[in-house]
T-cell receptor
């Protein structure tokens, strides 16, 4: 079945620096790749997603890139701010979402 | 409009007791998911409801777990004879029907934190 691996499990960056989280998936039929952000005590919220007919998508300080050949996709956060501290989950799907294990992002002041 | 709501927000129970967790999805969302999230871990899929179709129960960890969805709206997750390893946050999510295409955004509730003593 589909498997999604996410790295790193924890990422600590200085405020203002960039953060990159990477995911790989196994099912070449996957065609939808969302990223969710989970703040402490809350449910995950969609922050950006990309479909397989697009290689890159940006929304202000966040961007997602997709390499279908290599079956990996990445989340890029630029100019990190304290409020970016959270757990980030990637997922991949062609029917049901298969979730990565999550990355705890820590922004150091 | 209101988002996904879950109740209770916290539940403490004794080992062996039954618990019921409730989820109110966003109005008009025909798809509903239950997930389990253990401390510091990712999302573990439990069960999926889509309209009037038979639910996908493939993620339920044991026969002590069951869920139902009444009238295509509110859902209840029931855990019988709770064990300490059932302690986790139980998350519910809903989304619009995907019309045969790839799944669309799932909207999550705040979760129910279950503690089994």
């Amino acid at each position: 079945g589909e498997n999604v691996e996410q790295h790193p499990s924890t990422l600590s960056v200085q405020e203002g620096d960039s953060a990159v989280i990477k995911c790989t998936y196994s099912d070449s039929a996957s065609n939808y790749f969302p990223w969710y952000k989970q703040e402490l005590g809350k449910g995950p919220q969609l922050i950006i997603d990309i479909r397989s007919n697009v290689g890159e998508k940006k929304d202000q300080r966040i961007a997602v890139t997709l390499n279908k050949t290599a079956k990996h996709f990445s989340l890029h956060i630029t100019e990190t701010q304290p409020e970016d501290s959270a757990v980030y989950f990637c997922a991949a799907s062609n029917y049901q979402l298969i979730w990565g294990a999550g990355t705890k992002l820590i922004i150091k002041p | 409009g209101a988002g996904v709501s879950q109740s209770p927000s916290n539940k403490v129970t004794e080992k062996g007791k039954d618990v019921e967790l409730r989820c109110d999805p966003i109005s008009g969302h025909t798809a509903l998911y239950w997930y389990r999230q253990s401390l510091g871990q990712g999302l573990e899929f439990l069960i999926y409801f889509q309209g009037n179709s038979a639910p996908d129960k493939s993620g339920l960890p044991s026969d002590r777990f069951s869920a139902e969805r009444t009238g295509g709206s509110v859902s209840t997750l029931t855990i019988q004879r709770t064990q300490q390893e059932d302690s986790a946050v139980y998350l519910c999510a809903s989304r619009l029907p995907s019309a045969g295409g790839p799944p669309d955004t799932q909207y999550f509730g705040p979760g129910t934190r279950l503690t089994v003593l």
